[in-house]
């Protein structure tokens, strides 16, 4: 099952952002599943992840900002943003450990 990230765009600091994370087919049977983002110049990082059971640990730079869901009916995955930043600028992606890369999408965040 591939996964494939959409809904960035440029919003200014402050505002919020939902992504989404399409299947190409059922994650059901998917543990676990995470976001991901790679700024301009840096190493890509982890952001957040979920399990079939709920969310684990955020990483400390979205922690209490960012909120990951699933709808396994839909196939889906979110990515709410909230009180965006402009160091959230990065391109985000979604994957889980049995997935390949995708193309991820652009959020610009503007100051």
């Known amino acids: 099952v591939q996964l494939q990230a959409s809904g960035g765009g440029l919003v200014q600091a402050g505002g919020s952002l939902r992504l989404s994370c399409a299947a190409s087919g059922s994650i059901f049977s998917i543990d676990v599943m995470g976001w991901y983002r790679q700024a301009p110049g840096k190493q890509r990082e982890f952001v957040a992840a979920?399990?079939?059971?709920?969310?684990?640990p955020y990483s400390d730079s979205v922690k209490g900002r960012f909120t990951i869901s699933r709808y396994n009916a839909k196939n889906t995955m979110y990515l709410q943003m909230n009180s965006l930043r402009p160091e959230d600028t990065a391109v985000y992606y979604c994957?889980?450990?049995?997935?390949?890369w995708g193309q991820g999408t652009l959020v610009t965040v503007s100051s």
């Open positions: 979920i399990t079939r059971g709920g969310g684990l």
């Open positions: 994957k889980h450990p049995g997935g390949a």
